[in-house]
């Protein structure tokens, strides 16, 4: 098995890491993100070679899942490709960024999300809306190398760390003002519901605004190394609206990669 991944991953041009996991939501029962992979990847093309890769879940643990997930994709940037990860909740993202910063310290983290993610832990949990904070806290990330984008909602127990750190923060309308500052290579972070509710549904707080070709444009314009789709839930989508967008979104970046 591992000499046939190894040949794999050798041939692509592309990685793309299954992360299925719904442990990381515990403030909304609005789940069904574990499903989202299989979903979005079902029947899918790549006009690359793409190498799929998946790390199952713990059923009992969200530590240890993450634990996985950080040892997987560790393992996978030793093969020098792009590494996009289709989750999952959002704190899929907390390993795998750690991981691929790294691997490549010079990698900014852009962060596509109507919400910010850097609310308090609740125990121990690294959960879906704490990995920026997490990230900060543990020194991966630097603020200054974070750029919020499309952020709606603000939670009141976030504002704090937000006026004691030096992020950079671009609300929906900022898109255009966000591409002409940016410079540098980017991990691509993008929860499905910074997209306009009416594109993608399928998520447990469609709070965003976004346009889908807003963010085609952006994937189009930067220097994007690696990336992640993640809070996509198939069982929460209208017309499978949602999951349409994440393949838009995922044939997208592995043709910029």
């Not at 109507?114 to 121990?124: R, S, T």
């Not at 984008?149 to 603000?154: D, E, F, L």
Request: negative net charge; charged residues 30%.
């Amino acid at each position: 098995m591992g000499n046939m991944r190894e040949l794999a991953a050798e041939e692509a041009q592309v990685i793309i890491q299954k992360l299925p996991c719904d442990m990381g939501i515990h403030r909304n029962p609005r789940k069904g993100t574990l499903n989202a992979p299989e979903t979005i990847l079902e029947g899918l093309k790549f006009d690359r070679p793409v190498m799929i890769d998946e790390v199952f879940p713990d059923e009992f643990g969200l530590e240890e899942t993450q634990r996985r997930i950080y040892e997987n994709t560790k393992q996978l940037a030793g093969y020098d490709r792009p590494v996009i990860s289709i989750g999952g909740d959002h704190s899929v993202s907390y390993p795998e960024v750690k991981a691929l910063k790294r691997s490549n310290p010079g990698m900014k983290l852009l962060w596509f999300d109507a919400h910010l993610d850097v609310k308090e832990k609740v125990g121990d949990h690294v959960s879906h809306d704490v990995v920026v904070r997490q990230l900060v806290e543990e020194g991966i990330f630097d603020p200054e190398e974070i750029y919020f984008v499309g952020v709606t909602k603000i939670d009141h127990d976030e504002k704090d760390f937000l006026e004691n750190n030096h992020f950079n923060f671009y609300r929906p309308e900022e898109i255009g003002k966000f591409l002409e500052d940016f410079e540098g290579e980017a991990f691509l972070s993008i929860d499905i519901d910074v997209l306009k509710e009416d594109v993608a549904p399928g998520t447990g707080h469609p709070d965003g605004k976004l346009e889908l070709e807003e963010v085609l444009e952006v994937i189009r314009g930067l220097q994007v190394v690696h990336g992640d789709i993640v809070e996509v839930a198939p069982c929460l989508d209208q017309e499978g609206k949602t999951v349409e967008a994440s393949r838009k979104i995922l044939e997208e970046l592995v043709m910029k990669v």
